[in-house]
């Protein structure tokens, strides 16, 4: 396992997952769940504190992305070693004139989880969920969980298996 932490089965874990998390995670694959300190969610204080190599930690990071007036939302997932190029990739790829990271009120209000912890596994359907290679790649990553107050250890390939999954070449490194 990853880490200092007890990792549970996920599907059983329903009290440590935000509830569009719990609804989705059963059919995410091997997923684990693992109870934190919230005040240890943020990804260094997290991989220094329970012994997890940041290279084995992802970030979901939720963009904004605008062209003639609409606004659509999309999730990158990125190593916590790298920067999901938002202002390149990202924003071709979503053929947006303009992308920029959501407001946290956004963010949370249409994920249905906290800021800290939001997570591609149960974000509203149809949102894009932009994979880093490097993530979809990993043998297991550890990935937010909805909630400041857990976390989810999932496979890369799971992550590549989401709806709405794209695996593109996503990060600065």
């Known amino acids: 396992m990853v880490g200092s932490l007890d990792w549970t089965a996920a599907g059983g874990a329903g009290d440590l997952l935000a509830p569009?998390?719990?609804?989705a995670v059963g059919a995410v694959a091997d997923a684990r769940a693992a109870e934190i300190d919230p005040g240890l969610a943020d990804t260094a204080a997290?991989?220094?504190?329970?012994?997890?190599?940041?290279?084995?930690?992802?970030?979901?990071?939720?963009?904004?992305?605008?062209r003639g007036g609409e606004t659509t939302y999309a999730a990158c997932m990125v190593l916590a070693t790298d920067r999901a190029d938002v202002n390149g990739v990202v924003r071709k790829h979503l053929g947006a004139r303009k992308v920029?990271?959501?407001?946290?009120?956004?963010?949370?209000?249409?994920?249905?989880?906290?800021?800290?912890?939001i997570t591609p596994v149960g974000l509203p359907a149809g949102w894009p969920i932009l994979v880093d290679e490097a993530v979809a790649a990993a043998p297991e990553v550890v990935i937010g969980s909805g909630l400041r107050r857990s976390k989810l250890l999932v496979p890369g390939k799971?992550?590549?298996?989401l709806p709405g999954a794209q695996v593109i070449a996503l990060a600065q490194r």
């Open 20 to 23: 569009p998390v719990a609804a």
């Open 46 to 66: 997290f991989c220094e504190h329970y012994g997890v190599p940041m290279e084995a930690s992802a970030n979901c990071v939720v963009v904004a992305a605008k």
């Open 100 to 117: 920029s990271f959501a407001p946290m009120d956004d963010a949370t209000s249409r994920t249905g989880m906290e800021y800290g912890g």
């Open 158 to 161: 799971a992550l590549a298996a």
